[in-house]
């Protein structure tokens, strides 16, 4: 068989067990050849110096040399795609949302902890979520290392609670209604939500945004990002410490309040239904995946799009694949919406905002660091 086509797949786990059954989900796969393994991090960053692999499948805990560790060496000397693995325990989350950080670009969940004797339950997701980062070029890993070097560092509530008192009232320099195209009225005094759609990439991307959205933003903000059960809960925690608004995973029943951020637990669709004059989150599990996701982009922005007390303000960035697109359509039919695409130039994979861009329903294209100055121009 010619392997000349195929992409190069390193397999590091500290088990041998694992490392055969990973190796084993490829031995047939038309695009991916596992062309070595290794048992830690130290073997790992040996390993890829010397196999030149196109992505890498790595467990977070491991002897010697954890995954940890090793993502950071392997993304200062020798840069490629990474997808971890690992336990849905809560340190295994926590390591798992701190090697995004370092720049592993995707995770899957091991169904039962570190030796997953029924790791097929996940062989299609990782399967394909291996496929997509062997696409991703290393000149964007490059781009958002270089980035995170600089990253914030996380903000105690002391601080946030001093920076929400003190936020300072953005003043109101334009006209009332501001006409951005020929069928949306934009009203400044209008009741509004946010609505962010994201997958592969979209861990980084959503600190990038949520961090410079100001504790006084006149509106909920609700999120769908891909991402395994377990995992949802951690993402929420760490952005709430390191931002001025509230950011929590999202609880059937939550009302729901200006200035919050509700993530979609992983494994449920994001709702809303209307309680008297307020709006409550529904985690909805009931609803099967849709193009394999649940949470789904499509799923939040369609049902919120029947609700016309809300101008809706919906922004799809970073993610392999088209969810968000067709609610994007659904939201454009029903009421007044601005929708922002994340560019090209900053996606770690620009899909769903490329389908989005096809629709020709964007209103603005803004790379991740203008999204919130994008958004919050919209809420004055």
Known sequence: MDFSNKSKLLVVDDSAFM????????????????????RNGKDAIKKIQ?????????????PEMNGLEALQRIMQICPVPVVMLSSTTQQGTDN???AMEYGAVDLVAKPSGTISLDLHKIQDELVRKVIQAAQIPIAKLKKTISKSSVSTPPVSQSIR???????????NTVAPVLTVNKNVEWHKNSKKIILIGTSTGGPRALQEVITKIPADVDAPILIVQHMPAGFTKSLATRLDQLSQIHVKEAEHG?????????????????????????????????????SGHRPSVDVMFEDVSQYSEFDKIAIVMTGMGYDGAKGLVALKKTGNVMAIAESAETCI?????KAAVETQLVDEVADVDDIAKTIMKYMS
Do not use: C
């Not at 055969?20 to 070595?36: R, T």
């Open 96 to 98: 798992t949302l701190t």
């Open 50 to 62: 010397q196999l030149k692999p196109d992505v890498v499948t790595m467990d977070v805990e491991m």
């Open 161 to 171: 609670a001093k920076k929400t008192i003190s936020s300072p009232v953005i003043q």
């Open 254 to 290: 939550d009302i729901i309040q200006k200035g919050t951020a509700y993530i979609a637990p992983g494994g449920y669709h994001l709702k809303l239904r209307k309680v008297g004059a307020t709006f409550a989150i529904v985690t909805d599990q009931t609803e099967p995946p849709r």
């Open 349 to 353: 994979v620009y899909g769903m905002p």
């Open 19 to 38: 490392r055969k059954l990973i190796s084993d989900f490829f031995a047939d796969n038309s695009k991916v050849e596992v062309v070595g393994t290794a």
